[in-house]
């Protein structure tokens, strides 16, 4: 693989001018350490360090949103070992907010060790909530659903939490209204349809529209009631549009925005009631379908006896993990580019939201097999569903590392959602990983070689061919 950010001359045009900013202790410089170009803040901090510091707490950010899922789901059903996975996790996030202190460690590698502690706990977490899930609503199977087609009165959820979902389709039923209003999933939601529990409630319609960001164009056409369960929601400055949807908009726990109503105690009935006096949804009547529900366990059990076969026969030749982030842009077409490119004895896992650049496209089977060439994990959490696929394969075949399985990983990342993520699969110890579209801001040269040289991590370029020549060949 290409260095680290490919041209390191170009990354450091790219990153910030400051080395640093610092300004949480009262012995900071005027305006904060580093703010006036100091490559050491007055404590004796330095620029690296502080960084890693700051990418610590982002992954801690990460972490806090799937963490806050699984513990609504263990309040609800946990066993004693869930709560102390959960206490495990809030351990690392409460010493690893420590760590950041000031005068608490000067130390490189043990800067490293802690990052790496925290994407541990990344995948803790993430095990956790795909425990939960699974326990609470079924493993997934796969399933077409319908895209961008809707009928009657209809209520939109945008977000990752399935929870919600749930008690929304439950108190729609004891209201006795399944027949009267339909629910349709929007963005990190779609996953939803693959859960056998929540797939019973027939009035759980279809998906509409894509990632996150189209929000204001969805949310402005869609007649009915919409709600956002988790983050990713538009702010209204970002768009004219949401003048033309707020009075219909509810968020729910934590997400928060001026002129929206709030879901208040678990309490959907405002929300009922609101939709059955908005008219029927107009204007969604495509005929397109889309595939998810692939969550690694159903992979497992319904092909990994074939996968297996089909790379000792040559058939499978090689497994594509892109996956991760949307966010508004072209230079994301990069990954659509690419899946696209992918050859036929390849098949292609993917989870987040950044499936909606390219799962509008029927991938097929891999040829003399039916196993499916696009694989939905599911949402951002259920990226881990990557890792127990690669365990399982290279456990299977007798190989140890699994960086030597024909594995190509392209990610996409906005959020801190995706740093979590990538410390994760970083903490698992794997390598050649590919993450765009742009470089991360926080990373100086310090902190890029670290990486180049401990797990060959690389930008894209924008060029598929450059980046992955070698493997679209075959
Ligand atoms: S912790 Fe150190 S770098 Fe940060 S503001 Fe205080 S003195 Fe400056
Ligand atoms: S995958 Fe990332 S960008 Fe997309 S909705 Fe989830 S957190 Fe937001």
Redesign the pocket.
Known sequence: MFGLFGKKEESKKQACDLPFL????????PG???AHGESK?????DATK?RLQDLMTYGLRGLSAYREHARELIEKFGDEAEWKTLMDIDDVTAETLYFTL??VNFNFDEHIAQLMRVGNAGVKVMDLLSELHTKALGIPTPVEVTQNKAEGKGILVSGHNLDMLEKLLQRIEERGLSDKINVYTHSEMLPAHGYPHLRKYKNLKGNIGKAWFDQTDIFSKWNGTCVVNTNCIVPPEKSGKVKNYIDRLYTYKIVGIEGAKKIENDNFDPLIDHTLELPDITGFDSDEKIATGHHYKTVLEAYGAKVLDAIKEGKLKRVWVIAGCDAPGRKRDYFRELALAVPKDHIIITSSCGKFRFNDVDFGTVPGTDIPRYIDLGQCNDSNGAVHIALAVANALGIEDINELPVSIALMWMEQKAIIILLALLSLGIKDIYIGPNAPQFANEDIVNFLVQNFNLGVISGDIHKDFGKELAG
């Open positions: 610092c300004w949480q202790c009262e012995m900071s410089a904060g350490c580093g803040g007055v404590c004796g901090k502080a000031t005068n």
